[in-house]
Antibody, heavy 121, light 111 residues
Framework: DVQLLESGGGLEQPGGSLRLSCEASGFIFSSFAMNWVRQAPGKGLEWVSVISASGDRTYYADSVRGRFTISRDNSRNILFLQMGNLGGDDTATYYCARGNIAGVPAAPYYWGQGALVTVSS | QSVLTQPPSVSGAPGQRVTISCSGS????????VYWYQQLPGTAPKLVIN???QRPSGVPDRFSGSKTGTSASLAISGLRSEDEADYYCAAWDDDFNGLFAFGTGTKVTVL
């Protein structure tokens, strides 16, 4: 079974940085594109970023471009989201989600359980 | 503000059929596939319709998707209590440099 386990969430101050990780298992990680999607408390879903299977192509939502960086380590089956210059609007549950193809764009297909990030002083 | 618009809520009695609409534009639904996600209370989203009208393995055939022009729909027939959830449509938008746009979301209530 496809399993995605996010970690690294927590409380961070405005202007700070945080790195989320997503450990993947149950499939050949290096064969699929991966996404990050977030959901603010009580709000709808917002796509954040996608990375191709090889890691050579990435896309970002306008709201995070220049502040967030998506990356992956195919040797360890881990997806990352480095988040910087955090603001209150970044408070959300962050989900990693596997696509169903190697290239991008690849829509989220399988989802992890999410990691909560809270930005507050 | 989302580029895909859904009704805030729909409701139906058990056994009935409900339909959720998703309105987009020429840069998203008209030219790209539509996806539908179900989010049960307190859980992660789950894909229920892939590429306009394909059901992933394990999704009941009570769920069906369709697309016409710049709009799409999700239909749930034989409504059951376990279908009570938030539903989101989504599509890639070619006007926004790689944006995967989610709809505004629809709460389905089983009366």
């Amino acid at each position: 079974d496809v399993q995605l386990l996010e970690s690294g969430g927590g409380l961070e101050q405005p202007g700070g940085s945080l790195r989320l990780s997503c450990e993947a298992s149950g499939f050949i990680f290096s064969s699929f594109a991966m996404n990050w999607v977030r959901q603010a408390p009580g709000k709808g879903l917002e796509w954040v970023s996608v990375i191709s299977a090889s890691g050579d192509r990435t896309y970002y939502a306008d709201s995070v471009r220049g502040r967030f960086t998506i990356s992956r380590d195919n040797s360890r089956n881990i997806l990352f989201l480095q988040m910087g210059n955090l603001g209150g609007d970044d408070t959300a549950t962050y989900y990693c989600a596997r696509g169903n193809i190697a290239g991008v764009p690849a829509a989220p297909y399988y989802w992890g359980q999410g990691a909560l990030v809270t930005v507050s002083s | 503000q989302s580029v895909l618009t859904q009704p805030p809520s729909v409701s139906g009695a058990p056994g009935q059929r409900v339909t959720i609409s998703c309105s987009g534009s020429s840069s998203n639904i008209a030219i790209n596939s539509v996806y539908w996600y179900q989010q049960l209370p307190g859980t992660a989203p789950k894909l229920v319709i892939n590429k306009n009208n394909q059901r992933p393995s394990g999704v009941p055939d009570r769920f069906s998707g369709s697309k016409t022009g710049t709009s799409a729909s999700l239909a749930i027939s034989g409504l059951r209590s376990e279908d009570e959830a938030d539903y989101y449509c989504a599509a890639w938008d070619d006007d926004f440099n790689g944006l995967f746009a989610f709809g505004t979301g629809t709460k389905v209530t089983v009366l």
